[in-house]
T-cell receptor, first 112, second 115 residues
Framework: SQKIEQNSEALNIQEGKTATLTCNYTNYSPAYLQWYRQDPGRGPVFLLLIRENEKEKRKERLKVTFDTTLKQSLFHITASQPADSATYLCALDGGNNRKLIWGLGTSLAVNP | GAVVSQHPSWVICKSGTSVKIECRSLDFQATTMFWYRQFPKQSLMLMATSNEGSKATYEQGVEKDKFLINHASLTLSTLTVTSAHPEDSSFYIC???????????FGQGTRLTVV
């Protein structure tokens, strides 16, 4: 069955540095991959979607890469700010039924 | 982006009672909505797929008679937790995709506490 893994440990970085989060998957070839942000007690908020034929996607300070050979996506936040502190979830498309397969999430703390 | 509104944001109920959670798509029509449950420090666990005009599709291990889903219109899906027990206490979240290959929009979530 499909398996998706994210950095299991919380990531602590200093303000201004670049945060890099990892999402690895096995036994699957998703057509696209998505990244979401979730704050405590809130629903996830969509950040970026990258398709299988795209290597990289950017949005303001965010960058996502998608390596279908390594079966890995990297999520970068440049010039990080304390307001970026949250849990970041990786999700793969579940096929044409529009279900998503979710990772456990990585908690990011940006220290001032 | 599109807006999905979920209500209530939190609810406390007595064991044995039923609780209804509403999920509305405010500015688009959603033929499909998804209901998730999330325990502390855990990822989203899909419970069921709500289909407008037809029966919901439940994931393995989810009791359909306990978690009643109704998708009566293109903008509203409801999840009713029947005969709630303390182990049903969790964070319930709905989502609606606008189409294939697009992002999902989530409600604010409902914190259910059964005492």
């Amino acid at each position: 069955s499909q398996k998706i893994e994210q950095n299991s440990e919380a990531l602590n970085i200093q303000e201004g540095k670049t945060a890099t989060l990892t999402c690895n998957y096995t036994n699957y070839s998703p057509a696209y991959l998505q990244w979401y942000r979730q704050d405590p007690g809130r629903g996830p908020v969509f950040l970026l979607l990258i398709r299988e034929n795209e290597k990289e996607k950017r949005k303001e300070r965010l960058k996502v890469t998608f390596d279908t050979t390594l079966k890995q996506s990297l999520f970068h936040i440049t010039a990080s700010q304390p307001a970026d502190s949250a849990t970041y979830l990786c999700a793969l498309d579940g096929g044409n039924n529009r279900k998503l397969i979710w990772g456990l999430g990585t908690s990011l703390a940006v220290n001032p | 982006g599109a807006v999905v509104s979920q209500h209530p944001s939190w609810v406390i109920c007595k064991s044995g009672t039923s609780v209804k959670i509403e999920c509305r798509s405010l500015d688009f029509q959603a033929t499909t909505m998804f209901w998730y449950r999330q325990f502390p420090k855990q990822s989203l666990m899909l419970m069921a797929t709500s289909n407008e005009g037809s029966k919901a599709t439940y994931e393995q291990g989810v009791e359909k008679d306990k978690f009643l889903i109704n998708h009566a219109s293109l903008t509203l899906s409801t999840l009713t937790v029947t005969s709630a027990h303390p182990e049903d206490s969790s964070f319930y979240i709905c989502s609606a995709p606008q189409g294939a290959f697009t992002e999902a929009f989530f409600g604010q979530g409902t914190r259910l506490t059964v005492v």
